[in-house]
């Protein structure tokens, strides 16, 4: 996955910066308010790393993302967030080792470190929206059945995890824009655990280094876009 560029040179100045600054503010966090979960904090620096992996758009960071969901469900299992749980070790997981599968099958030029990016077409959206209506209906009705804590901001998480999931299978580029405003959902989800414990601030500080590296993310991937959209006109 790392075919012509030795991992030092790989990345560029800024993003070392967003990466080791992300991982700085992870480690400070937890060890301010947790302490003791260091699942917690295996989770958000795998989770981090695989978002630095997924703005170069290298297969590397959905094989991380599979490890991150998995660790997540656990950490949602321990909170009664079962919509969270359902969500990454049901869906996202899952869906990762098929994004995983379809970026390695798309490299650009041949190139296993950077995917094709694909742009969706009408049928895309449709199906897109048709599943999503119906992951959303299951799952709420499936929520409230386990009388999941949050109900509405958990069933809000899964819709824009599975929007943000089949995006990244698609190898789209708002696939980054869905993660965004999954974060968002989820530093509101997180904010009303850390009322009755404060050691789920450290679980905030991740998904709001999350938003800004998924934000980055989207804005490198426009860039690739172009970049490889010019190659091909070449």
């Known amino acids: 996955m790392f075919k012509s560029k030795s991992l030092r040179n790989y990345f560029s100045r800024n993003e070392k910066i967003l990466w080791c600054t992300s991982v700085i503010l992870i480690v400070i966090s937890f060890f301010i308010f947790d302490r003791v979960n260091y699942l917690t904090l295996a989770a958000s620096l795998i989770g981090v790393t695989s978002l630095i992996f997924d703005a170069k758009g290298n297969p590397f ?39 995983l599968i379809s970026w390695i099958k798309n490299p650009h030029n041949g190139n296993q470190s950077e995917v094709e990016i694909a742009t969706l077409n009408k049928k895309d959206i449709a199906v897109m929206l048709f599943l999503t209506m119906i992951v959303t209906v299951i799952f709420f009705f499936l929520l409230r059945a386990f009388h999941t804590a949050n109900l509405v901001p958990s069933t809000l998480s899964v819709m824009t995890s599975f929007l943000a999931v089949y995006l990244t299978y698609k190898r789209s580029a708002f696939f980054a824009l869905a993660y965004a405003a999954n974060d968002m959902i989820l530093i509101v989800l997180w904010s009303l655990a ?14 709001g280094l999350f938003f800004i590296n998924d934000s980055y993310t989207y804005l490198n991937w426009t860039r690739i876009y172009k970049r490889q959209n010019a190659e091909k006109i070449c």
């Not at 997540?72 to 899952?94: R, V």
């Not at 850390?194 to 998904?207: G, P, R």
């Open 194 to 207: 850390a009322l009755t414990d404060i050691s789920y601030l450290s679980v905030i500080t991740c998904f």
């Open 61 to 99: 960071g959905q094989l991380l993302m599979v490890i991150f969901s998995v660790l997540y469900g656990i950490i949602s299992y321990s909170f009664s967030y079962y919509g969270e749980m359902a969500t990454y070790l049901g869906m996202t997981a899952p869906m990762s080792i098929f994004a």
